[in-house]
């Protein structure tokens, strides 16, 4: 029998499949002249491509009304993908901000994918405002450093986006045992893809420089807005 997870689906029409194939391909040249080759001028031309490559296939391919949410989501990781590879240090941290918004949008899909509260009505229809009002929190923070001349602390940052993605990853492995529906199976494919990614290139920068790590991670990465837009197209059904 055919895997599900695998299994093409015929909805795909020419040209979603179109955009598909521009994702693989723009990944991998990018990831080429980045990861390996170390050329950022030509990466640059090829990284302002992903993204896009799968906001059009969901595009194409989506029958949900309500799509505005999830292309926003898309346009956030596209300006934080392509924000971070640029070298001021205040460039980078706004590139933080935005991957805190997109780890908050899933963690708020995850939750609700995960039917936490659903014998608590408040809980269930007012998650997204506790998330909402989190990102504000930290924007305020932003602001109040530099009217106030606070120094702002980037730690409570980066920490709030590595708590959030740990409780995305352990709700993905909670919602694909106890669902085992294929959109959760392809969340924690996402997510997992993410981790190991990141966990590859600290591994070469930070402990030992080997081009073995590099490739595993190149791997990992290719395939995680696949799996991403996978995730929210099954979510839809």
Same mark, same amino acid.
């Given at each position: 029998?055919?895997?599900?997870?695998?299994?093409?689906?015929?909805?795909?029409?020419?040209?979603?499949?179109?955009?598909?194939?521009?994702?693989?391909?723009?990944?991998?040249?990018?990831?080429?002249?980045?990861?390996?080759?170390?050329?950022?001028?030509?990466?640059?031309?090829?990284?302002?491509?992903?993204?896009?490559?799968?906001?059009?296939?969901?595009?194409?391919?989506?029958?949900?009304?309500?799509?505005?949410?999830?292309?926003?989501?898309?346009?956030?990781?596209?300006?934080?993908?392509?924000?971070?590879?640029?070298? #001021?240090?205040?460039?980078?941290?706004?590139?933080?901000?935005?991957?805190?918004?997109?780890?908050?949008?899933?963690?708020?899909?995850?939750?609700?994918?995960?039917?936490?509260?659903?014998?608590?009505?408040?809980?269930?229809?007012?998650?997204?405002?506790?998330?909402?009002?989190?990102?504000?929190?930290?924007?305020?923070?932003?602001?109040?450093?530099?009217?106030?001349?606070? #120094?702002?602390?980037?730690?409570?940052?980066?920490?709030?986006?590595?708590?959030?993605?740990?409780?995305?990853?352990?709700?993905?492995?909670?919602?694909?045992?106890?669902?085992?529906?294929?959109?959760?199976?392809?969340?924690?494919?996402?997510?997992?893809?993410?981790?190991?990614?990141?966990?590859?290139?600290?591994?070469?920068?930070?402990?030992?420089?080997?081009?073995?790590?590099?490739?595993?991670?190149?791997?990992?990465?290719?395939?995680?807005?696949?799996?991403?837009?996978?995730?929210?197209?099954?979510? #839809?059904?």
């Amino acid at each position: 029998m055919e895997n599900p997870l695998f299994k093409i689906d015929k909805s795909i029409d020419a040209k979603a499949s179109a955009a598909l194939y521009v994702y693989f391909i723009a990944y991998l040249c990018y990831l080429f002249f980045f990861r390996i080759y170390d050329d950022l001028d030509i990466a640059l031309i090829f990284k302002p491509i992903i993204v896009p490559s799968i906001a059009f296939a969901y595009f194409f391919i989506t029958k949900s009304p309500k799509i505005y949410l999830n292309l926003g989501l898309f346009l956030v990781i596209f300006l934080a993908d392509n924000l971070i590879l640029l070298e #001021e240090r205040d460039i980078k941290v706004f590139s933080t901000y935005l991957y805190l918004i997109a780890i908050a949008i899933l963690f708020s899909y995850v939750v609700t994918d995960s039917k936490l509260f659903k014998r608590n009505q408040f809980l269930q229809n007012n998650f997204k405002y506790f998330i909402i009002s989190y990102l504000v929190l930290v924007i305020l923070y932003k602001v109040a450093s530099m009217t106030l001349n606070v #120094e702002f602390k980037e730690f409570f940052v980066v920490i709030g986006y590595i708590v959030m993605f740990l409780m995305v990853l352990i709700l993905s492995i909670y919602n694909a045992l106890r669902f085992k529906s294929i959109a959760s199976r392809f969340l924690l494919l996402t997510i997992l893809c993410l981790f190991f990614s990141d966990v590859f290139i600290a591994l070469n920068k930070y402990y030992s420089k080997n081009d073995l790590f590099i490739y595993i991670s190149c791997i990992f990465e290719i395939p995680t807005y696949y799996f991403l837009l996978k995730y929210l197209l099954h979510r #839809e059904k």
